[in-house]
T-cell receptor, first 116, second 115 residues
Framework: AQKVTQAQTEISVVEKEDVTLDCVYE???????LFWYKQPPSGELVFLIR??????QNEISGRYSWNFQKSTSSFNFTITASQVVDSAVYFC?????????????FGAGTQVVVTP | DTEVTQTPKHLVMGMTNKKSLKCEQH?????MYWYKQKAKKPPELMFV???????INESVPSRFSPECPNSSLLNLHLHALQPEDSALYLC??????????????FGPGTRLTVL
C-alpha cells in the first residue's frame, strides 16, 4: 500500500520569507510518480509538478523548487520569496505504475498562509 | 485549451431531490475522474472512467450515479443524498490513467450542500 505524509498542517509566513513543505512517501514499487498540487481558496487543484522515481534531479520553476531524495523517500517543495497569492493548501501525491489505474494517493495537505 | 469546467459552482438540495453535476473537458483526455473533498481533507477518489467506460468505483453508495455520455462529458447524478454528502465535488481528467505518467487536471469543483 502507498502512503504520503505531510506532517505540517499549517505554515504561516510573512511575505518575502521562504517556506518549505515536507512530503514523505512510502511505497514498495520501484516505479512511481510524485506530484504536487496547489489548492487556493477557490477550490480548484492546480498541478505544479510531476516527478518519476528514476529522475532525482531537483527542479526550479520561478520561485518554486523541488528537492527529490529517494534515500529519504522525500519530495520537498520550497517557495522562495513568498507572496500573498501563494496562500493555499498544497498537496503532495503519489501514484504507482503497478496500480492498474494509477490511483493518486494524496497526503493530508499543508495550509500555507502568507501575510503581507 | 487546458481547462476542465464544472457546473454548477454551488448546489443546495434537499434529501429527496434529484440533481446532476456536470463536467466537461476538451483536451482530448481519455480518463475522467470524480472526487469528493470534505473540508480540510484531501480529495477522495469516487469513480474513474477510461475511454467512456467505468473502470473504478471506490465503493461509492448507489445514491451517486456516474455517467459518461461521450469522451468530453462526465456527469454525476445525485439522488436521496444525506447531509454528510455535503462536500466539494471535483472532476479531473488525464490523457490516460495517472499510472501512465500523466497528471490529472482538475476543475473548479461544485460545492454541494444537502439539507
Amino acid at each position: 500500500a502507498q502512503k504520503v505524509t505531510q506532517a505540517q498542517t499549517e505554515i504561516s509566513v510573512v511575505e518575502k520569507e521562504d517556506v518549505t513543505l515536507d512530503c514523505v512517501y512510502e511505497t514498495r514499487d520501484t516505479t512511481y510518480y510524485l506530484f504536487w498540487y496547489k489548492q487556493p481558496p477557490s477550490g480548484e487543484l492546480v498541478f505544479l509538478i510531476r516527478r518519476n522515481s528514476f529522475d532525482e534531479q531537483n527542479e526550479i520553476s520561478g520561485r518554486y523548487s523541488w528537492n527529490f531524495q529517494k534515500s529519504t523517500s522525500s519530495f520537498n517543495f520550497t517557495i522562495t520569496a513568498s507572496q500573498v497569492v501563494d496562500s493555499a493548501v498544497y498537496f503532495c501525491a503519489l501514484s504507482v505504475v503497478t496500480d492498474s489505474w494509477g490511483k493518486l494517493q494524496f497526503g493530508a495537505g499543508t495550509q500555507v498562509v502568507v501575510t503581507p | 485549451d487546458t481547462e476542465v469546467t464544472q457546473t454548477p459552482k454551488h448546489l443546495v438540495m434537499g434529501m429527496t431531490n434529484k440533481k446532476s453535476l456536470k463536467c466537461e473537458q476538451h483536451m482530448g483526455h481519455r480518463a475522467m475522474y470524480w472526487y469528493k473533498q470534505k473540508a480540510k481533507k484531501p480529495p477522495e477518489l469516487m469513480f474513474v472512467y477510461s475511454y467512456e467506460k467505468l473502470s473504478i468505483n471506490e465503493s461509492v453508495p448507489s445514491r451517486f450515479s456516474p455517467e459518461c455520455p461521450n469522451s468530453s462529458l462526465l456527469n454525476l447524478h445525485l439522488h436521496a443524498l444525506q447531509p454528510e454528502d455535503s462536500a466539494l465535488y471535483l472532476c479531473a481528467s488525464s490523457q490516460e490513467r495517472t499510472g501512465s505518467y500523466n497528471e490529472q487536471f482538475f476543475g473548479p469543483g461544485t460545492r454541494l450542500t444537502v439539507l
